[in-house]
């Protein structure tokens, strides 16, 4: 089992930026890929952003150039920096973490980008 804490979400101007984290306790020995998904009310999850373990990347489309994930092996904490914020990355951001085939996740926060 693997708990997710995360931080960082707000409300922020069209253009502006911010950083979400999200620090794993527990199993944190087994930790594979780490990522981000969101969800606005009505609509899928979808996926945002997702790195492993060794640092490969993988970006939604609609964030690529704009959104950077990153991640801290010895503190257990995935990063996921968001510059040139638009309206439509207004929603709740949820933290994951895949352990040993199983996919642990955070509470969510919210992100809500004013035009």
């Known amino acids: 089992q693997v708990q997710l804490a995360e931080s960082g979400g707000g409300l922020v101007q069209a253009g502006g930026s911010l950083r979400l984290s999200c620090a794993a306790s527990g199993r944190v020995f087994s930790l594979n890929t780490m990522g981000w998904f969101r969800q606005v009310p009505g609509k899928q999850r979808e996926l945002v952003a997702g790195i492993t373990n060794d640092g490969s990347t993988l970006y939604a489309d609609s964030v690529k150039g704009r959104f950077t994930i990153s991640r801290d092996n010895v503190r257990n904490t995935v990063f996921l920096q968001m510059n040139s914020l638009k309206p439509e990355d207004t929603a709740v951001y949820y933290c994951?973490?895949?352990?040993?085939?199983?996919?642990?996740w955070g509470q969510g926060t919210p992100v809500t980008v004013s035009s």
């Open positions: 994951f973490a895949d352990v040993d085939g199983d996919t642990s």
